[in-house]
Structure formats: structure tokens, C-alpha cells
């Protein structure tokens, strides 16, 4: 299940008919009004256009040789999903119009954060002239350019239309917010083109123990990236992911008497001392860039198997504080070992350090992260069910139960959760 959930409604009523790609849930039922001279908001006002996914709109003849036509809609695939906008407008007289608009805006709803980027090819009487416009209702706007960024969780208005002509006649005009009132320039023609790339964003979560005083001259700390320790900022998955991946990890070195190695490889299973300084047989090396972080590049690592982050030499290292951390012990050379490697230390202590993964969920089901779908799960299940919208304050946050993405926990969830609680284990 994509991690980001889409649903595009006529507000203020949900749609709940669900679609088959990573973002898309459903479709309007098509609030799109298509209007002419000479009663242009009376004249006519197509029937709904039934709940369906691809796209639907409405369009009319108009007064006196107008003509205006919308679209809405959103198609899926695996790399994300689009909202597309489109349709054109001409009138031929000074006075009237013809438009076709969204009579209600439509509203998007998400349950958790996803990019944006968004193209807008619409025109009015040849020239570039935005004819949406796009604002939160609930959620947050992040711009990285003007048509790019990220939407928060929450709900966002979407409101959009064609006309052409002069609205100097009858009226009252509700078009969208670019067609003016009665006196303005005459508009001989409009085009839109307008659409929205929704893409899901990589969660993530981060492992590890806070530094205490003590320190200690080791070489490296094993981990589990399903142990946390007491350093879990952000939370942990909703779900057990696909794959996590490992962008950061930074070690507690104690500055005043080391110098940060400048690289830390991860390992399959604990290296000789030659291969911990070599790199030979590593699976992946972070490259240190200052103040004791080291950058991976998205290295995959499964959640519940543990691994090994050497150094090529020991170095001070604060100990980790209060030695919670359940996911493995420090590592130096272990000589009554043969052969001699980067080994477990023999204590419970573990070093000052943590790790930044992304991820993708995989098992949706496994709602407590714990690699199966069990009497535990079903427990969480439950509860939200019995909430069942996933904007409400009581549901758990993200929505995890959603299992389809409708953004309501209900009976085609149940469905979903069943098969995978008769699996019980997490492929």
C-alpha cells in the first residue's frame, strides 16, 4: 500500500469508490456545471455524472454561438497519481458569456504528507493565464518553486472553469476567480490545461541511544533496524516497510580526543579486522561529512535482520545513555575469537549513535510492526474500524487500518486485513 492516500471528492461528501493505483481513491461524482446566455447560472445544470474513475464534466451549446466544456479526473499509476483539469471556451457576441466550472469546488483529501508538481498549460485568448485556483483547507503548503513542493495531510479546494464572452449582461458570474464581473474585457476564448503530479514521499524513522557521559574506545555498534533504543524521532513505521532504507548514521564521538574516521561501513556479519579497514565484503560505506555524521545512499536493509557499522580503526565514542538499546552491543577487535574480528563486546553497553532510515510500507496489515498479522493487530484493527473516518481526531494518526485507501476504515479494510491475518506471516 503507497504510503500516501488520495481521495478527490465534490465537496463537502466523500467518495469512497476505490481505485487500483498507489494515490487514487475515487472520483467525483461530478459537480461540473455547464451554463450559457442568455440565464447563464439558470439556463441549465447538467444531472451528476455517476461515481466512476477516469473523468467526467459537463459542457452546453450556450447563447448565441458560445460553447463551453470541463473535464476532471484522476489517473493512476505506480509512480503516482494526476489530477487533470482540462477543457475551452469561446463565445462569439460582446454580450453574454458561456462557462462551464465546477458549481462546488473539489476537494482533496490526504492522510499523510505527499510532493507536488503541478503544469499549467491553460490559456485565455491565446496567452499563458492560470485558470484554477488551488488552497488549503486544513492541510499546509510547502512551495519549493512555484509549481512544486509538498502538501501536509489535510484537506485542500480545488476550484476551476472556462468562459469566454463578456459578463456585463446578466448575472450573477461564479466562474472561478480569473473571470471578472459586468464592465471587464471582452474574452473571446479560454483553455485549460492544468494538472497535478501527486507523488508518495519515503517515511522515515530513526534508531538509536543518546549519548551519556562515559566513553569508551570501540570500533563500531551492531543494530536492528526494528530496535529503536530511546532515540525515536520521528515514530516508528505505521507498518512493517518493504524495505528500509539507511540515509544516515551519526556516532557520539568525544571530540576533544578523536578524530571521526572518514568513512563507516555496514556488514552482513562481523568483519576481520583487514576487511573492517579495506571495505572488503561490505555491503555499504557512509562517507563522513563532519561532526560525526556519516551519508549513505539509501543502502536497503531489512527491518528485522541485524547488521554491523564498522570503522576502519577504534575511536573514543561516548557510551550511549541508560544501555537500553535491545538491537546489539559495541564492537572491537575480539581477539579470543577465531578468527579474530570486529566482534560484540562482552557487556550490555552500546555506544551514543543513531540511524535514519526511509521506507516503503509492505505489510499493511502488520499494524504493529512486529512482522506478523495476528490477535494484536486485529485489536488495533478493530478500534479503527469503529472509528471509521480517517479524519477524525480519534483515528490514529496516518490512518494505517485504511488498507485501501479510501480514506474510511470499513468492511473492504476488514476484507484485506482477513487475508493477510490467515497469512500471518509478513511476506
Known amino acids: 500500500m503507497n504510503p500516501t492516500r488520495l481521495a478527490l471528492l465534490a465537496s463537502p461528501v466523500l467518495c469512497a469508490a476505490a481505485l487500483a493505483g498507489p494515490l487514487g481513491t475515487g472520483f467525483t461524482s461530478g459537480n461540473i456545471r455547464a451554463a450559457g446566455f442568455p440565464d447563464p447560472l439558470r439556463q441549465t445544470t447538467l444531472a451528476p455524472v455517476g461515481q466512476k474513475s477516469g473523468s467526467g464534466g459537463g459542457s452546453t451549446g450556450g447563447g448565441f454561438g458560445g460553447f463551453a466544456s470541463a473535464d476532471a479526473g484522476i489517473i493512476d499509476t505506480d509512480s503516482g497519481s494526476t489530477l487533470s483539469l482540462s477543457g ?58 512555484s509549481t512544486t513542493g509538498t502538501l501536509s495531510a489535510g484537506m485542500y479546494r480545488v476550484r476551476f472553469g472556462v468562459a469566454a464572452g463578456r459578463a456585463n449582461s446578466f448575472g450573477p458570474t461564479v466562474v472561478s476567480e480569473w473571470y471578472g464581473p459586468y464592465g471587464t474585457s471582452r474574452v473571446n476564448s479560454s483553455s485549460l490545461d492544468w494538472k497535478m503530479l501527486l507523488k508518495p514521499m519515503a517515511e522515515t524513522f530513526t534508531l538509536g541511544n543518546f549519548p551519556s557521559s562515559s566513553v569508551y574506545y570501540v570500533q563500531g555498534q551492531s543494530f536492528t533496524p526494528s530496535s529503536f ?56 560505506t557512509g562517507v563522513h561529512v563532519g561532526d560525526g555524521f556519516y551519508k549513505f545512499d539509501g543502502v536497503a536493509l531489512d527491518y528485522h535482520t541485524k547488521y554491523y557499522a564498522v570503522l576502519p580503526e577504534a575511536a573514543n565514542i561516548f557510551d ?25 563486546g ?28 495476528e490477535d494484536t493487530d486485529f485489536v488495533l484493527f478493530a478500534t479503527a474500524y469503529d472509528t471509521f473516518d480517517c479524519f477524525d481526531p480519534a483515528m490514529p494518526a496516518n490512518c494505517p487500518a485504511n488498507l485501501n485507501g479510501d480514506l474510511v476504515v470499513d468492511d473492504a479494510d476488514f476484507v484485506a486485513f482477513a487475508l493477510a491475518y490467515n497469512e500471518l506471516l509478513c511476506p
Open 88 to 145: 475551452f471556451a469561446f463565445h462569439n457576441l460582446n454580450d453574454g458569456y458561456t462557462a462551464s466550472y465546477a458549481a462546488t469546488p473539489l476537494v482533496l483529501g490526504l492522510t499523510k504528507a505527499t510532493s507536488f508538481a503541478i503544469t499549467d498549460s491553460s490559456t485565455v485568448d491565446g496567452g499563458a493565464h492560470s485558470l484554477v485556483s488551488f488552497e488549503s483547507i486544513t492541510g499546509s503548503v510547502s512551495y519549493e518553486t
Open 229 to 284: 533504543g530511546n532515540a525515536v524521532a520521528p515514530p516508528a513505521p505505521a507498518s512493517t516497510p518493504k524495505v528500509a532504507r539507511l540515509q544516515w548514521m551519526s556516532i557520539a564521538f568525544d571530540l576533544s580526543n578523536a578524530v571521526p574516521p572518514p568513512v563507516l561501513r555496514i556488514f552482513d556479519a562481523p568483519p576481520t579486522p583487514a576487511a573492517a579497514a579495506s571495505g572488503a565484503g561490505s555491503r555499504a
Open 320 to 344: 550511549g545513555g541508560g544501555d537500553p538499546y535491545p538491537g546489539g552491543v559495541d564492537m572491537f577487535i575480539r581477539a579470543d575469537l577465531n578468527p579474530v574480528v570486529i566482534g560484540e
Open 346 to 373: 562482552y557487556g550490555t553497553f552500546d555506544i551514543g549513535f543513531d540511524a535514519t532510515f526511509d521506507y516503503l510500507p509492505g505489510c499493511a496489515a502488520d499494524l504493529n510492526t512486529d512482522g506478523l498479522v
